[in-house]
T-cell receptor, first 117, second 108 residues
């Protein structure tokens, strides 16, 4: 059982380049999330999805796009990368957001460290 | 006012002591309160969750919740060097909001 798998682990981009961070989960979770974490800061929600075909913006969606064509996959697209997007990106999943109990918590991927120069 | 506030630390405690980590939140409608531990360069992992006022104990960890004061804390008894990490408080109301985290250093 792999849980939540993110690729790549590290990436350096030039300003203006585009890329996609991949996220896949094998737990049949309905909810998936993308967070970014800047040094010394908490996790900020970028986008989330409550199921295939449904996505919504979080706190800091500007400069990003997502899609959810399957239950398993939730890629994050960066268009026209900017230095402000230098961060560590975490993908997470859960069965549902409304009731996070001990058996229903966020499962995080290992993270993707992105540097934009 | 930040939605979830934590002292950034670092909080330094000697090995074997009790470490006390605190968190305040602004949304009175919040329902669930979570503590995550995050080692440097790693993803957060859930330590404790609490939903009702009072204390909840799990091994060396005790979570305390006071909804009237909008305050939640995490106590770590018999602190070990392996407990050195950043501890993130997360609060669930109509959305899950994370605090910036408190750095804990346990000195042997």
């Amino acid at each position: 059982n792999a849980g939540v798998t993110q690729t790549p682990k590290f990436r350096i981009l030039k300003i203006g380049q585009s890329m996609t961070l991949q996220c896949a989960q094998d737990m049949n979770h309905n909810y998936m999330y993308w967070y970014r974490q800047d040094p010394g800061m908490g996790l900020k929600l970028i986008y989330y999805s409550v199921g295939a075909g449904i996505t919504d913006k979080g706190e800091v969606p500007n400069g990003y796009n997502v899609s959810r064509s399957t239950t398993e996959d939730f890629p994050l697209r960066l268009e026209l990368a900017a230095p402000s997007q230098t961060s560590v990106y975490f993908c997470a999943s859960s069965f549902r957001l409304g009731e996070l109990t001990g058996a229903n918590v966020l499962t995080f991927g290992a993270g993707s460290r992105l540097t934009v120069l | 006012q930040k939605e979830v506030e934590q002292n950034s630390g670092p909080l330094s405690v000697p090995e074997g002591a009790i470490a006390s980590l605190n968190c305040t939140y602004s949304d009175r409608g919040s329902q669930s309160f979570l503590w995550y531990r995050q080692y440097s360069g790693k993803s957060p992992e859930l330590i404790m969750s609490i939903y009702s006022n009072g204390d909840k104990e799990d091994g060396r960890f005790t979570a305390q919740l006071n909804k009237a004061s909008q305050y939640v804390s995490l106590l770590i008894r018999d602190s070990q060097p392996s407990d050195s990490a950043t501890y993130l408080c997360a609060v669930l109301g109509n959305k899950l909001v994370f605090g910036a985290g408190t750095i804990l250093r346990v000195k042997s």
